[in-house]
């Protein structure tokens, strides 16, 4: 989805491997991707999901490097046109934090090109609160934040960046065509991005502007237990 946005995406920089389905999406639009996995059985499983996995990683088209991705992005000396975060739910899952504070975004936004996009899934169920901070987070680093909610989707995609990002449909539809997007979601058309469009950068900062950022050593997402029992009259 960030990639509908560039005009010729060259480097995608992706935390997470899961089904490998972000992976061959950059591979398609004609970026070369580097994965950041945890996991070496994440990694061993690619195959299994990605039928022509063997056939690209000979040729080249993506690394897939076993470290923690906030890691991963630190030691890194490329400019990336995408970064995309998408390891969770649920979003207090021990450490996860690491990867939604403003002091991350900092990392990331240092690492995109001037055109680059920060693609942040954010999940459900999570508080809205939650929602918020981490809107609050993006929009202290970066001068634009869009955010969609699509159809039977249980999460929201937040895509920050540099420049505002164009919604010309003229433009949207080739990019959707030259990236063979319809191929695999053949409900995706300019109308559908626009349509789904939930909140502009207004819409973020006036919204999120009451809460606090999440930092490194306030990491307000990562404990919810006071709070799922300050709403529970019962505890088990």
């Not at 990331?108 to 459900?124: C, E, H, M, N, Q």
């Not at 900062?205 to 237990?225: M, N, Q, R, V």
Request: proline share 8%; glycine share 6%; with cysteine.
């Amino acid at each position: 989805f960030p990639l509908l946005f560039q005009h010729d995406p060259k480097e995608m920089f992706i935390i997470g491997l899961g089904a490998a389905n972000t992976l061959h999406s950059g591979v398609v639009h004609g970026a070369h991707v580097t994965v950041a996995e945890l996991l070496p059985s994440v990694r061993e499983a690619g195959p299994l999901f990605l039928k022509d996995w063997d056939k690209l990683a000979a040729a080249g088209k993506f690394t897939v490097r076993l470290n923690d991705g906030r890691n991963e992005l630190l030691r890194s000396r490329k400019q990336y046109d995408a970064i995309v975060v998408d390891v969770t739910p649920p979003i207090y899952s021990s450490g996860a934090v690491n990867l939604y504070s403003r002091d991350f975004f900092r990392i990331a936004r240092g690492k995109l090109a001037k055109t680059g996009v920060f693609s942040l899934w954010i999940p459900k169920p999570c508080f809205e609160s939650d929602y918020f901070m981490m809107l609050r987070s993006l929009k202290e680093v970066f001068p634009y934040v869009n955010v969609w909610n699509f159809p039977n989707m249980p999460g929201f995609l937040a895509l920050a960046s540099n420049e505002e990002l164009d919604f010309s449909p003229k433009l949207l539809e080739e990019r959707i065509k030259k990236g063979n997007v319809r191929q695999e979601l053949p409900m995706v058309s300019a109308a559908f991005v626009n349509g789904t469009r939930f909140m502009n950068t207004a819409q973020v900062e006036g919204s999120s502007d009451a809460y606090p950022p999440i930092t490194d050593d306030k990491p307000y997402t990562e404990f919810p237990l006071a709070r799922f029992m300050a709403y529970s009259p019962v505890w088990y």
